[in-house]
């Protein structure tokens, strides 16, 4: 019951932040976070290749990498399993790595205005907070203190979001002078719903708390703030860099300091890796017995440190990190499947039968005529093994939907058109 309370705790606190971003179905998280904290190290295991130069070097990423990174689904893993077909096209999140802000980053120290564009380019955030001791990799501060780096970060991205502040309402008074003809002395009468939403997020700022935290905000207020390009209107994970021992054994020092301060800051999802664990394991990964050799050590010392049942099983994070940045961005897939191909395609959660169709192409949106839709459990249920809807449609469980259809997460779909009943531009 815990757990379950957990995660609906989490979805709650995606879908809050959610309403303040951009409607497509290309999202993308942003690693952010000081330097030398681990962002090239974990980017490059997201992607499962070297695709940033981890290098000791505080600055050594100064344009953001982009990767994209496959996303873990045993639903689409279970269809490539039944058709076997020559092409597999899985789902994808987009991730960047951001070079490291430093404190005085809003007002340009470091790289920091460049780095402030950078993040407000993506639509999440994993904020990467290191919790492990090292004296071959140098913290920016000369020392280890997650509380304190905590306290920078939100403070920079907090002090950008002031300054953006002061330039909303100088527009929206010139705006408002233009559109009512008013002189520069008269006072400028602002709508209550812009000043109530105005004041909040002011104060939620001030406060060093994400806007995107607040609950009460009205639909009004929330289509103001949509417009103004804040940074923490940004869903956003806070992502613990722990050492081997410390993952393995799921306990630290700053553990409970990191969550109080979360807490006290709005809440949050907080996820605790190890990129040294994790480097460990990739380097592995072309012999699966080595690997597994390596887990059952890692749980066996999980164990000696008092530890028992699935707490002490040590596995990758990097899943379950994968996952979480999709599901903060609000997005889903449905399938293709079939002899030729099976593909996962990525929408947001509530998208409508036409627009998926249209993301699979333009021509199925425009001359959309229905979808044929199976529910992956009732697939699983019903096939018998068969690559094919011939049980799903004797169980009467094979359904068409018409345009006002909102697709589910796992639907597996054949969309209908006929574009030549569509307008000629």
């Known amino acids: 019951m815990v757990k379950k309370g957990k995660k609906d705790a989490e979805d709650l606190g995606a879908m809050r932040a959610a309403r303040f971003g951009r409607v497509k179905n290309t999202l993308s998280m942003g690693f952010v976070g000081l330097p030398n904290v681990g962002k090239s190290s974990l980017t490059n295991l997201l992607a499962g290749a ?6 000791n070097y505080p600055f050594c990423t100064i ?44 007002e340009g120290a470091g790289l920091g205005n460049a780095f402030l564009s950078h993040i407000a380019a993506v639509d999440g955030i994993f904020h990467l907070i290191r919790a492990f001791e090292s004296d071959e990799v140098i913290h920016v501060d ?44 008269a006072d400028v009468p602002l709508a209550e ?17 994400p ?39 799921k306990g630290s020092k700053f553990l409970p300091k990191i969550n109080q301060w979360v807490k006290e800051h709005g809440g949050g999802q907080i996820i605790p890796v190890s990129c040294e664990f994790e480097e460990t394991l990739q380097g592995m990964q072309d012999d699966p017995a080595q690997q597994k050799a390596f887990l059952q050590q890692c749980t066996e010392e999980a164990e000696a440190a008092g530890l028992k ?46 627009q998926a169709a249209g993301v699979i192409h333009t021509d199925f949106e425009r001359g959309f005529i229905k979808a044929e839709v199976c529910a992956f459990d009732d697939f699983k249920a019903l096939h018998q093994g068969q690559a094919s809807m011939a049980k799903i449609k004797e169980a009467g469980k094979y359904r068409q939907e018409g ?17 030549t009943t569509a307008k000629k531009k």
Not at 50 to 55: F, L, T
Not at 80 to 99: C, E, N, R
Not at 143 to 153: A, K, N
Request: hydrophobic content about 40%.
């Open 193 to 209: 719903s812009f000043l109530e939403a105005y004041a909040k997020c002011e104060k939620l700022i001030n406060d060093n708390i």
């Open 63 to 106: 344009d953001p990498n982009v990767v994209q990174c496959v996303v873990p689904d045993q639903k689409f893993r279970y269809l490539v399993d039944v058709w076997k077909p020559p092409s597999v096209v899985p789902a994808m999140l987009k991730v960047t790595d951001i070079a490291g802000l430093i404190r005085g980053a809003s």
């Open 403 to 419: 345009k006002t259809y909102a697709m589910q997460e796992g639907d597996i779909v054949v969309f209908m058109h006929n574009v």
């Open 309 to 354: 049942g699935p707490q002490a099983e040590v596995k990758s994070m990097i899943p379950r990190l994968i996952r979480a940045g999709r599901q903060a961005l609000c997005l889903q897939s449905f399938y293709t499947a079939g002899p030729k191909e099976v593909r996962a395609w990525t929408i947001m959660q509530g998208t409508l039968a036409p």
């Open 211 to 249: 806007v995107q935290t607040h609950e009460d905000f009205s639909l009004a207020e929330v289509e103001c703030i949509k417009d103004w390009g804040l940074i923490t209107t940004k869903p956003m994970i806070y992502v613990v860099n722990l050492s081997q021992k410390n993952f393995i054994r």
């Open 142 to 185: 000369d020392s280890v203190d997650p509380v304190r780096d905590l306290e920078t970060i939100q403070g920079e991205l907090c002090a950008k979001d002031k300054e953006t502040l002061t330039k909303v309402m100088e527009k929206e008074k010139e705006r408002v002078r233009k559109e009512k003809g008013l002189s520069r002395s």
């Open 50 to 55: 070297n695709h940033a130069e981890a290098a």
